[in-house]
């Protein structure tokens, strides 16, 4: 299972999920879903944007977790 960590870094950067939606460009909403884990895929172009404006890796957002 893929879980997404997108909360952990806006913590990180003292970022609100309104900021990082004007910055790349999506709306709150789909952002609201990427961060929820309820999308089943996200774009390159998104996560390339996203990266740039956390400063960090996919691997920052991004976790396998086996499942039991």
């Given at each position: 299972?893929?879980?997404?960590?997108?909360?952990?870094?806006?913590?990180?950067?003292?970022?609100?999920?309104?900021?990082?939606?004007?910055?790349?460009?999506?709306?709150?909403?789909?952002?609201?879903?990427?961060?929820?884990?309820?999308v089943?895929?996200?774009?390159?172009e998104?996560?390339?944007?996203?990266?740039?404006?956390?400063?960090?890796?996919?691997?920052?957002?991004?976790?396998?977790?086996?499942?039991?």
């Amino acid at each position: 299972m893929i879980v997404v960590q997108l909360d952990v870094m806006l913590a990180k950067r003292k970022m609100r999920s309104k900021e990082l939606a004007e910055r790349i460009g999506i709306t709150e909403a789909n952002l609201s879903l990427l961060k929820s884990g309820k999308v089943k895929g996200v774009r390159f172009e998104t996560l390339e944007k996203i990266c740039a404006a956390l400063a960090c890796q996919p691997g920052d957002l991004l976790e396998f977790r086996a499942e039991t």
